[in-house]
């Protein structure tokens, strides 16, 4: 039998195992790393890039978010004395910046006197599992999954066989908690809350990733057999995972050749048994909360850091309050904030980050050489009290791997650099609509492929204000009845019609599609216009009605150039 074809990085797996060469890493010499040795210190939770060679990045895994006190005062002044930058990512881990190589690789030993490694959170290797951050400490949380999180961690944490050989990156959540206070459904693995036959369980979704939705493998599992089941997927996934392009094998690509049912079939095998069909799902959206009353009567507070960048002051603060408090444990959660659990009511904050809670920066150019731009610094600068006040969340990822879950979150915004509108190149970013995340419905779609950042503000402003005209309450009902019965380009046709009456004839006049689908979307549109009556709208329809290839492309560049264009 011909074998298979694999990629370079699976040539060096098979060259050396990547757990062998943990023994070279005291010998590594940093100025000289070569392609092989940058993929073999990933395993480790040591990243570098040739971009940028004589700097390094630690990431600490911490399972399920949670982190002692303790470990994290040991963080702290380990990248204090490093002279390193801590900042949190949207997996509930940390990430220290600006070390040299010698500090990369003496914190990375240090830690594991704290309980913490760096193991395997980078490369192709299971990366932190995550799930809700009160897990087991609120009123909403059925089953508490930190020990089943755990039990799967142990199966392939510093495990030769496992330790980066598995085809690509495999991100896994599991969550008891009824409130969904961030969407899992973009990982390769999902265990969602559910319940069968009277009994409390996990529905099991596969196949997600950054702008794709996971997919229901008809399979419920009680708790005491989440790690059996994560153990089948994992082995199916290691031993039959595509090998061949790297930018095609993830599980979401291996369930593109088997299908979903070859899948689930390939785990009932594994197991040696007929599998439960999936039970009721349990999960709702959760509001947005700054504190959260707890079973106990004690109440956890989120201290928001400013996207996922903290100071060492704030690191002071929160391990003051931890102190005063008597915690031993807190919990990091996806949306890059720390909570604090075991608090009274009430509880100042003096260095807590002002912002609004509800949006998500990657880790941007600042520390990632993928990002086309800082998000984080952008963020700042986006206006965002009305998206506060309507509940409107957002994901500002800084390129395509979507960091920021920019497809699971009601606007999604991924940063480029374009010249279509300026002479010099300027910042932008593509920007998506239409997710319906909480039970995983589908990913967001992307509706405009640039939005100079000079006009985001009043872009993000005009999408709240057509919500709010809706009169729908929550965003993903507004996505579902309205903005995902249209096509892609009639939804861009009809976002940048509403920016061009408000912001150059400065009409505040906006167009709302009916919740209903057109099987003619321009003749839709054109009778809306037509009946208008003006003279601007009577020209719109001129572009609408060329006979281009594709739909309202005459009429979508007449906009953009009319909106945009220095």
Request: charged fraction near 25%; include cysteine; hydrophobic fraction near 40%.
């Amino acid at each position: 039998m011909k074998e298979q074809k694999i990629n370079k990085i699976e040539k060096l797996k098979r060259q050396m195992k990547p757990a062998d060469f943990f023994e070279k890493l005291p010998f590594i010499h940093a100025e000289a790393l070569d392609e092989a040795d940058r993929f073999y210190l990933k395993n480790f939770g040591i990243y570098n890039h040739k971009l940028a060679p004589e700097t390094f990045t630690l990431r600490i895994r911490i399972p399920a978010g949670r982190i002692a006190t303790a470990a994290l005062k040991g963080v702290r002044d380990l990248a204090c004395t490093a002279g390193g930058k801590i900042i949190v990512t949207s997996r509930a881990q940390l990430e220290v910046h600006g070390l040299d190589f010698p500090s990369a690789l003496r914190m990375s030993h240090r830690i594991e006197s704290f309980g913490l490694t760096s193991w395997q959170t980078y490369s192709d290797n299971f990366r932190n599992i995550v799930t809700d951050p009160l897990d087991g400490l609120e009123a909403a949380n059925l089953v508490e999954v930190y020990d089943l999180v755990l039990a799967m961690q142990r199966y392939f944490l510093k495990n030769p066989d496992y330790v980066g050989m598995i085809p690509r990156k495999f991100n896994v959540a599991i969550s008891g908690t009824k409130k969904q206070r961030t969407s899992f459904f973009g990982n390769d693995l999902y265990f969602a809350l559910a319940r069968k036959d009277g009994r409390v369980g996990f529905n099991l979704y596969a196949g997600g990733k950054n702008s794709e939705t996971a997919r229901s493998l008809d399979i419920f599992a009680e708790a005491s057999q989440v790690p059996v089941l994560f153990r089948a997927v994992a082995e199916v996934y290691r031993e039959e995972g595509p090998r061949a392009s790297r930018s095609k094998a993830r599980l979401f690509h291996m369930i593109e050749a088997v299908g979903i049912d070859g899948l689930r079939a390939k785990i009932a095998e594994r197991l040696g048994k007929t599998l439960p069909s999936a039970g009721e799902l349990l999960i709702e959206k959760a509001p947005l909360e700054t504190r959260t009353a707890l079973k106990n009567g004690t109440f956890a507070h989120r201290y928001t850091t400013r996207f996922g960048e903290l100071s060492f002051d704030q690191f002071d603060e929160i391990l003051h309050l931890c102190g005063t408090y008597g915690v031993k444990e807190l919990r990091i959660g996806c949306d890059q904030n720390f909570y604090i659990p075991g608090l009274p009511e009430k509880v100042a904050f003096a260095k807590s980050t002002e912002r609004y809670g509800g949006i998500v920066a990657c880790a941007g150019s600042k520390y990632c050489v993928y990002s086309l731009m800082d998000t984080k610094k952008e963020s700042d600068t986006l206006a965002l009290e009305k998206c506060r006040r309507l509940g409107i969340s957002l994901g500002f990822s800084g390129c395509l791997k979507g960091c920021a879950r920019h497809a699971f979150s009601d606007i999604g915004l991924v940063g480029i650099r374009t010249k279509l509108f300026a002479e010099e190149v300027e910042r932008g970013v593509r920007l998506y609509l239409g997710s319906e995340y909480t039970h995983g419905k589908r990913a967001a779609r992307l509706i405009l492929y640039s939005v100079p950042m000079r006009h985001l503000n009043a872009m993000i402003d005009l999408i709240a204000d057509l919500f709010a005209q809706s009169g729908y309450r929550d965003f993903e009902d507004f996505s579902k009845e309205i903005l995902n019965r249209y096509s892609e380009p009639a939804l861009a046709f009809w976002l940048l019609l509403n920016h061009y009456r408000r912001h150059v004839l400065k009409e505040n006049d906006l167009l709302l599609p009916e919740g209903m689908e057109h099987e003619d979307e321009k003749s839709y549109f054109i009778g809306r216009l037509l009946a208008s009556g003006t003279a601007h709208d009577r020209s719109i329809v001129e572009y609408l009605q060329c006979q281009e290839a594709f739909p309202f492309r005459e009429a979508i560049i007449y906009l953009e150039r009319s909106c945009f264009k220095i």
